[in-house]
């Protein structure tokens, strides 16, 4: 995974709750065995049509990074193609008053920040992108921080561990295996269950 | 001794590191893995020269691309053939059993796991799919997760996981008749909405869970992930054992009651506490039916369909108005005036026996409707088997339902079984997101019999009064 940098980005807004990964991606693109090429499948059933509004094909935000939505964003499915999909479409954090369990796992383990704000500073940022073209927001990890360039700004949770695999781009399973020791001696500890 | 719950008692007997600074590392006892979600964890573990740590924890089946129609003809799909044929080659170079097309074993990775006696109490199961909650129906600690973490869980047998919250959800009391576990758990998510559950794992508990059967059990906690709880888990009892004496993978003989002695074991002790606690009365619950585009959108199938302005939450009012949009449906509508297209009986939530059981109850001696056209897909060829010595495929091929081969076919349509746009659906999957079944496509989720009454009927009606 590659380290985590702070970065300033046009924050495109999708008004919606409980925005389901079958509408990041749809079933399709998931027959893909590589990771790579799924922005194409972002949002596609939303997107693919003639003269398509939606807010990704819209001028003012095609350049975006950062998306803001509203509560239990990737509900649903496990697919990390959604992640995928976000990430290769040029999106590099999601801000929302919540999300899904393994989606949020998922964007971790991707480099996809994703920062969960308080419902009312969600609202705040959705009311200032219609005061402002091009509204964009400053995302400093290491201060856990969003900055706006109007003199607004909000501090999101992230977990520690979280946050130094993020910083440090780790690779998890390179750490986990540091602890082959641990691993060896639970295993010799718990048999396989199956007959063999 | 400190009373633990069963998730705690599975969760601590499993941690292989902890410290205060970063997530726990947690044991996987059973991984299971399919086509969709593995090719590129498979990819990733190539690339870094890395082995499969436990090929004997290890299980694959192919059940999300599959066609349900003849099998002995090739894959008319080339990204779906491409899909399948790298999972048989991933599993060959790296020694992994897979329930393979045309095997016997073969079907969805969730109807499989119990039924082969793979997953086992007090386990902890992971699965590149949502609905591995369905596994804690047998007192396992069992949850979904993405393919990174898939490729993890293959090199390492484990995972770094926060520990989660626990959630108690109790229901006491009697289902009243004709009331179906589906009922039950639509009724649940209704009532704690779609992410009620988010960042806890679920215990049902109570009289009301303690009388399901063990399928009845897997369609509950199959649907927390619906609610938002990765996992859903429920207390081994007398009636776990029994579903899992003589199956392939538990132990035989002897060695069975040794386990069984251990399994039972699994269960919340008296005095111990949740995070959190929720109950309910089983009397309060009836037949279900969504009219939304997210499961938590339901209504029973008595009522009406809501009126986006009942809801007081600006949010939730503009995501009610979307989801009517998108369903075609006026509000105030009753619910049994909604005609349906397709049916589509089958997934990991209902697609076991005693699911077509219900719904061949339902159908038999009757005809479905002629504008509908409806499908019955088992879970599994063991469930596909088992219903044809029941004769169960001859109730239905002659009441005009399609009598189909195993996989998650319709449930997300990543094979021929889509639905067209406009067309609506009464469906005994998991999901009615906008478009999960085909794009356009438009599902209500229900139990099936109301899926078998609605074939039947063409519009949905109460399945209490169809049950002979």
Redesign the interface.
């Known amino acids: 995974m590659q380290k985590f940098t702070n970065f300033t980005g046009i924050v495109a807004p999708l008004d919606r709750p409980n925005v389901d990964t079958d509408q990041i991606i749809p079933k399709q693109f998931l027959k893909a065995v590589v990771r790579s090429g799924l922005g194409k499948g972002l949002f596609y059933d939303w997107r693919n049509q003639p003269d398509s509004q939606f807010v990704v094909d819209q001028p003012r935000f095609k350049e975006a990074n950062i998306l803001v939505a509203r509560a239990n964003f990737g509900c649903g499915s496990s697919r990390e193609h959604a992640v995928w999909a976000l990430a290769d479409f040029g999106f590099r954090a999601v801000i929302a008053p919540s999300f899904a369990d393994i989606f949020h796992n998922n964007c971790l383990k991707n480099g996809l920040l994703t920062i969960m704000l308080k419902p009312d500073e969600v609202d705040a940022i959705f009311t200032a992108i219609k005061q402002h073209d091009a509204y964009t927001l400053t995302v400093d990890l290491a201060a856990q921080k969003v900055t706006d360039d109007y003199g607004w700004s909000a501090t999101f949770p992230i977990d520690e561990f979280a946050k130094k695999c993020l910083l440090e781009g780790l690779d998890d399973i390179a750490l986990t295996l540091q602890h082959e020791q641990a691993i060896a001696a639970y295993e010799a500890a718990h048999p396989n269950p199956y007959p063999t | 001794m400190a009373a633990n719950t069963l998730f705690e008692k599975i969760w601590n007997s499993h941690v ?2 902890e410290s205060p ?3 726990a ?1 947690i ?1 996987i ?1 059973l991984h299971l893995v399919h086509e ?2 593995s ?2 964890a498979f ?1 990733g573990l190539a690339k ?1 020269g ?1 082995k499969v740590r ?1 090929p ?2 290890t299980f694959g089946t192919q059940d ?2 599959v066609p349900t129609t003849d099998r002995s003809r090739p894959i008319a ?1 080339p ?2 053939r ?2 399948i044929e ?1 999972m048989r080659k991933n599993c060959r170079d790296f020694g992994i059993k897979l329930f393979d097309l045309g095997d016997r074993e073969q079907g969805i990775v969730h109807v499989i796991g119990p039924e082969l006696g ?1 997953s ?1 109490p007090g ?1 902890t199961i992971v699965c ?3 609905h591995t909650a369905t596994h804690g129906a047998l007192g396992a600690l069992a949850f ?6 898939v ?2 869980v293959l ?4 995972l ?1 996981q ?1 520990r ?1 919250r626990t959630m108690e959800i109790r229901v006491d009391g009697e289902l009243r008749p004709g009331v179906t576990a589906k009922d039950l758990i639509l009724g649940i998510i209704g009532r704690i909405t ?2 009620g559950g ?2 806890y794992v679920i215990e049902y508990r109570g009289s009301a869970i303690a009388a399901l059967s063990m399928e009845e059990r897997m369609t509950v906690s199959n649907m927390s ?1 619906e609610g ?3 996992a859903g888990m429920i207390a081994v009892d007398e009636k776990t054992i029994e579903y899992l004496r003589g199956r392939r ?1 538990v ?2 003989g002897k060695d069975f009651d040794r386990a069984a002695e251990r399994w039972l074991t699994f269960r919340t002790d008296e005095g111990a506490r949740f995070d959190h606690s929720i109950s309910f009365d089983a009397a309060s619950f009836a037949p279900h039916v969504t009219w939304g585009t ?1 499961p938590g959108m339901v209504a029973e199938v008595t009522g009406t369909v809501p009126d986006p302005s009942s809801f007081a939450e600006p ?2 009012r ?2 009610a108005e ?1 989801a009517l949009e998108y369903m075609a449906l006026r509000p105030g509508t009753p619910i049994q005036e909604i005609p349906i297209d397709r049916v589509f009986i089958g997934s990991c939530t209902n697609g076991r026996l005693s699911d077509l059981e219900a719904a061949a109850a339902v159908v038999k001696g009757r005809k479905v409707a002629p504008r509908v056209r409806a499908l019955v897909v088992p879970g599994s060829q063991q469930v596909k088997a088992e219903a044809e010595k029941r004769q169960l495929d001859r109730i239905f091929i002659e009441a005009g339902f399609e009598w189909r081969e195993s996989g998650c076919s319709m449930c ?3 094979n021929p079984d889509i639905l067209r746009p406009g067309e609506r659906c009464a469906s005994t999957s998991n ?1 009615n ?4 079944q085909g ?1 356009g496509g438009r599902t209500h989720l229900v139990s099936p019999a109301m899926a078998a009454a609605a074939a039947i009927a063409g519009h949905f009606v109460d399945a209490r009064e169809w049950v002979r």
């Open positions: 292989v590191r600074d970063q997530p590392l044991y006892d969709v979600t090719p590129q990819e870094a890395r436990r004997d924890r999300h691309n799909d990204d779906s491409v899909q790298m793979l086992q386990m590149g799919d949502s979904g997760i993405g393919t990174s973490e490729e993890h090199a390492t047998q484990c770094w926060a989660p779609t992410d988010t960042g992930i938002g709880a990765r993978y132990p035989q997210n949010t939730q503009r995501a979307l997300l349509g990543m999901r997101f906008e478009g999960r794009k």
